[in-house]
């Protein structure tokens, strides 16, 4: 992210000894971190929490004021926690560096549950092969799995082997006690450890799952067949990439993308780490749509936004009105309560109306982790709450009268439990909603749940409580939900189908009161780890389903399935890739509206480590057919309302008499809206005798039979 250097300070205590970085040239450090100065992706994570934290973290502290204790000898730093899990496959520290430390040291991070007690697990890291940014760089120490007991105190003990007061790695810590369920501690040479009240919390992450499996093979993308024996295919109804949007301003780190939504000609794009309100204060910027190009129109901020707001964590719109949450903004409810911000238009011109937050809210029960607006109603999610229990979660209602927004009831689950998460997301049609609580463990620990409300008057009442048929624990059900209608799209994104948690997406459609599964959907070539259903989005008969952590351009970069259904049955019709994907760019956060796609990938580096892009999609109406002549050739039409830009094309002819024909024709070609036929050719060639054509436009093949006389080539119908 950008303007890093400023409002930077960093404090380096070692025993009794506090340097202040006032006496040390740091600037030119900061600097080139960040200007993506980072190797070994596979090791580096960006500044969290983020929006996926679930699906692998189980405790965190990240809150940092800018100082940090020093990992050389002869100094350990340990931090306690209580983990929830009975697995610990990782953890991740926030660490920085100071001057220049020399080229190669070895930072180590053991496991214990007694501070002066035996290593459970250990893993080192070398700075040569890590690089660690003056600013700050998360940093993953991936061990073997052990099995840990829920409940229990664990230390995180972190030393170096060499460094001095101006030349080291320092760990960053927070100056209050942000993490309630342990404590920060040192040792100093072989004395006894000592806990440092004074300084908080490290930074730190552990992690149930493994954040990234660098076992998965990279796939290679290849063009779907349709079969055999086909002498016409449609593509109508094909998505195709037509445009990358990129943030004017962008800079590495902001996570460009991390939410995303559409309504006709206006996309609003948040980018919940760019710093123009302070260090990963947030931002979210308008695009508007002429004809078929997308603009950027106006870049928001809040009002009275501070660094760590995370402003951009969600957002939603419905016509001139726009929401957008802070889920880390601290205000009068406490650290971290979070809040959501109103958005109106006038003309091309968006400004604040309106700043809300919880009636009862507290410390830490972030709310703004989800948001749904319809006309003058929004649900805003408070998924940490603590009505029903710590972290049992609760939903708000606000509605508009006027400019004025009030807060109009809390709901919360008739059977919410601590943990279970209620309030994590929201999917809102007229006076329905669906409102997940994804840790509930109703079908085993973590498996989700999703609980339907309905609108009488102003009253939402709990009408039903929906579990996936086969739901079993950690599937996390409903951490993403869309809703149509009488039609539901649920996802299950750790679901082991097709391997471990390679996920799954549930199909609900409503008779009257009743919700019944209708479906469950697969991709077709889903394979464990690709957390198929990572989001989901609904329109009439058609969903998009993102599968982040999908390997087809390298590890984690992401895809989205597009299915479609005919009377009750719903079919895979597409698999979409980023154009330029690319490892661990995680392109898969999906918004559908119409014949119009947009899908990011908020770890896309087009304007620095991890500053986030935005696809979009446009539904084509492609056909084609082979035809013969002086060659073969191929009638290409769009029926479509949309242009398509360099669709791929590939022919290839063999046989004849001798087998002597190979013939092979390939490129790109615009085919524009419209009953115009656009024809792409072999070109002439020679032979006598049967042929046999494979054909490909985009994503689509076809084959024929056909006989080669001399120059002419005649294509059986």
Not at 80 to 92: C, E, G, I, R, Y
Not at 209 to 231: A, E, F, Y
Not at 259 to 288: E, Q
Not at 322 to 334: C, K, P, Q, S
């Amino acid at each position: 992210m950008k303007n890093k250097i400023v409002g930077i300070v960093i404090l380096m205590l070692v025993a009794t000894t506090v340097v202040s970085a006032t006496n040390i040239n740091l600037k030119k450090d900061i600097q080139t971190a960040v200007s993506g100065d980072v190797s070994n992706s596979n090791n580096i994570l960006p500044y969290e929490p983020t929006l996926f934290d679930w699906w692998n973290v189980d405790q965190k502290q990240t809150v940092k004021n800018g100082y940090g204790l020093t990992l050389y000898p002869p100094t350990k730093e340990a931090q306690s926690f209580t983990p929830t899990k009975n697995k610990l496959t990782a953890v991740s520290l926030y660490l920085f560096k100071v001057g220049t430390p020399l080229d190669s040291i070895q930072l180590t991070v053991a496991i214990r549950d007694n501070l002066t007690g035996s290593d459970l697990a250990t893993k080192t890291i070398d700075t040569n092969v890590v690089t660690i940014a003056g600013s700050g760089t998360w940093v993953l120490f991936d061990f073997e799995d052990i099995s840990i007991t829920p409940e229990s105190t664990y230390y995180i003990v972190c030393s170096g082997t060499a460094g001095n007061i101006t030349n080291n790695y320092c760990w960053f810590f927070s100056k209050n006690d942000t993490y309630t369920r342990g404590n920060a501690w040192e040792q100093y040479y072989e004395n006894p450890w000592y806990r440092m009240n004074a300084i908080g919390d490290f930074c730190f992450k552990t992690y149930f799952r493994k954040p990234l499996d660098s076992s998965i093979p990279t796939n290679n993308v290849n063009l779907r067949p349709l079969g055999n024996g086909i002498s016409q295919a449609s593509m109508g109804g094909e998505f195709m990439e037509t445009q990358k949007l990129l943030a004017a301003d962008g800079a590495g780190g902001d996570n460009f993308g991390y939410s995303l939504v559409i309504d006709g000609d206006t996309a609003i794009i948040a980018s919940m780490l760019d710093d123009d309100n302070g260090l990963d204060s947030g931002s979210a910027y308008v695009f508007t749509r002429t004809g078929a190009t997308w603009t950027q129109q106006q870049k928001l901020n809040a009002s009275d936004g501070t660094a760590a707001d995370e402003f951009g964590w969600w957002v939603d719109l419905d016509g001139d009105t726009a929401v957008i949450t802070a889920l880390m903004n601290d205000n009068e409810n406490g650290v971290e309560a979070g809040a959501a911000y109103v958005f109106t238009r006038s003309g091309t011109t968006w400004t604040q109306q309106a700043k809300l937050i919880a009636s009862d809210g507290q410390e830490k029960d972030h709310f703004g982790y989800c948001a749904d607006l319809l006309g003058d109603t929004v649900f805003i999610g408070a998924n940490w709450d603590d009505d029903n229990g710590d972290g049992s979660g609760s939903m708000y209602v606000f509605t508009r009268s006027g400019t004025t927004w009030t807060q109009q009831q809390k709901l919360l689950a008739s059977d919410g439990q601590a943990g279970d998460r209620f309030g994590g997301m929201i999917a809102l049609s007229e006076d329905t909603a669906l409102i997940g609580a994804y840790w509930d463990d109703d079908k085993g620990n973590d498996s989700g749940s999703m609980y339907v409300f309905t609108r009488n008057g102003t009253t939402w009442t709990q009408q039903a409580k929906i579990l996936a048929s086969d739901g079993a624990a950690g599937d996390a059900l409903a951490t993403s939900i869309s809703l149509d209608g009488d039609t539901a799209i649920v996802n299950s994104p750790y679901d082991d189908d097709n391997g471990v948690d390679s996920g799954s997406a549930y199909v609900f459609t409503r008779t009257g009161t009743t919700w019944t599964e209708q479906q469950k959907l697969l991709a077709s070539d889903g394979s464990a780890n690709d957390a198929f259903g990572s989001v989901v989005a609904l329109d009439g008969d058609t969903a998009l389903i993102g599968a982040m952590l999908d390997d087809d351009m390298g590890l984690s970069s992401g895809s989205a399935y597009v299915f479609t259904r005919t009377g009750t049955t719903w079919t895979q019709q597409q698999k979409l890739l980023a154009s330029d994907g690319a490892q661990n760019d995680q392109f898969g956060i999906v918004v559908l509206d119409g014949d119009t796609a947009l899908i990011s990938s908020w770890y896309d580096d087009d304007m620095g480590p991890n500053s986030g892009s935005v696809y979009v999609f446009t539904k084509t109406g492609l056909t084609f057919s082979i035809a013969g002549g002086l060659g073969v050739s191929l009638k290409i039409t769009n029926t479509g309302t949309t242009n398509a830009y360099d669709v791929p094309w590939w022919i290839h002819v063999e046989g004849g008499i001798l087998g002597r024909i190979n013939k092979t024709a390939n490129g790109t070609v615009d085919v524009p809206a419209g009953e115009l036929i656009t024809i792409v050719k072999t070109g002439l060639f020679f032979g006598f005798g049967p042929i046999s054509i494979i054909a490909k436009v985009a994503n689509e093949e076809q084959t024929a039979t056909g006989t080669q006389l001399i120059i002419f080539s005649m294509v059986k119908k």
